[in-house]
């Protein structure tokens, strides 16, 4: 049985589409959703009920972009904290601007809902879609999309200053895009454990590098590795567990890290162990659409590495790729791809991800 909590009153600031609620006004505009409200504002009205129980923790799903999707116990206490963290982190005080455009199934869209209530932030809501920002006129302060929508945004994110993009790494193609725009752009770390991200990374720096940045934690988390060389999490503030990942990183300092991959991706194939992670930073060069590196059984080689594109075959098509990847100069021996296949709509979990095992499984099986 959950036990009690006492949930904190909204804070004097905090809006929800232009109008401050109270706790009890909040949990009737929740019913009204539920009742009356579109799909998405359904979703939201579920989780503001949830939220506003008298109980220390609210379910949530995981992605499931990585494994089964599960439902884990959140602690309300540490979803205030995560929220206090990101506003601190990002420098969003009182008042900041927000938009909500991703759906309040996953914790990233109810993250930004107790974010507003928490920091007291003006919150909009828009229908989670591929295009969140067209509907939009007006400038916000605050935005998390994932790398699709982003993609398809890029020519109005004149409208946000500062943009967080998780639930995805993001392709160097997509780098490049957000490189010179006047946002503020940042590739989060995190997952449905550490309640959404507990590192970030600015894509779009004023001062140019020529090596990415790496990922720089926010306040109260200390990392470290283990013997297989993946990420460990220590956040007392945000887990009663320390989280040990399957993400192989290079530790930078002891605030600082760069991602390699998952360890649960590694490829041998003839006895090499690949990272696809790192071999999609690569051919981001240039592949334009959506892909990604997996493998399938090989006789010989245990495993032989495929290349997997978004786009409608054409036998023009594949011999232009192979070329390209032929004169890739970055790409190692072993890393050039064995087959491509060409896929016109990728499967997708139902967080927006690309789900590689099912896309997989369609196109070959």
């Known amino acids: 049985m959950a036990d009690y909590y006492k949930v904190p009153e909204t804070h004097p600031n905090f809006k929800l589409n232009k109008k401050h609620y109270s706790n009890a006004e909040l949990r009737q505009l ?32 995981t992605s499931g972009s990585t494994g089964k999707p599960k439902t884990i116990q959140l602690k309300k206490e540490y979803m205030a904290n995560s929220a206090m963290a990101t506003a601190k982190y990002f420098d969003l005080p009182e008042d900041t601007k927000a938009l909500l455009c991703l759906p309040a199934t996953y914790i990233a869209g109810k993250m930004m809902i107790i974010r507003a209530i928490i920091c007291g932030w003006q919150l909009d809501l828009v ?23 982003l993609d398809n945004s890029v020519g109005r994110l004149h409208l946000v200053r500062k943009l967080i993009v998780g639930g995805g790494a993001m392709s160097l193609r997509l780098q490049k895009m957000v490189k010179e725009v006047n946002t503020k752009v940042y590739e989060t770390y995190g997952m449905t454990e550490t309640i959404t991200h507990i590192a970030a990374r600015r894509i779009n720096p004023t001062k140019k590098k020529k090596q990415a940045r790496p990922f720089k934690v926010l306040p109260n988390i200390n990392i470290s590795k283990d013997e ?26 002891y605030k600082k890290f760069n991602w390699k991959g998952r360890i649960d991706n590694v490829i041998n194939s003839g006895g090499v162990k690949l990272h696809p992670e790192e071999i999609e930073k690569k051919l981001g060069k240039i592949i334009d659409s959506r892909f990604f590196i997996t493998s399938l059984p090989n006789d010989s080689l245990g495993n032989k590495l495929v290349l997997f594109i978004e786009a409608a075959f054409s036998e ?38 690309i789900h590689r095992d099912n896309t997989l499984k369609s196109r070959v099986s």
């Open 316 to 353: 023009e098509h594949l011999t232009e790729m192979k070329a390209k990847i032929s004169n890739l100069k970055s790409l190692e021996r072993f890393e050039h791809p064995k087959k491509i296949y060409f896929v016109e709509k990728f499967e997708e979990t139902s967080s927006g991800k």
């Open 127 to 149: 229908p989670p879609s591929s295009t969140p920002l067209d509907q939009v006129f007006k400038i916000y302060d605050f935005c998390a999309m994932i790398p699709f929508q």
């Open 228 to 253: 297989r060389d993946c990420l460990v999490i220590k956040a007392p503030k945000l887990s009663d567990e320390i989280i040990t990942t399957n993400d192989v990183v290079e530790i930078v300092t």
């Open 30 to 61: 929740a019913f009204k959703f539920i009742k009356e409200g579109e799909a998405f504002e359904e979703e939201v009205g579920n989780f503001i009920l949830e939220w506003l129980k008298p109980h220390d923790f609210v379910e949530v799903k």
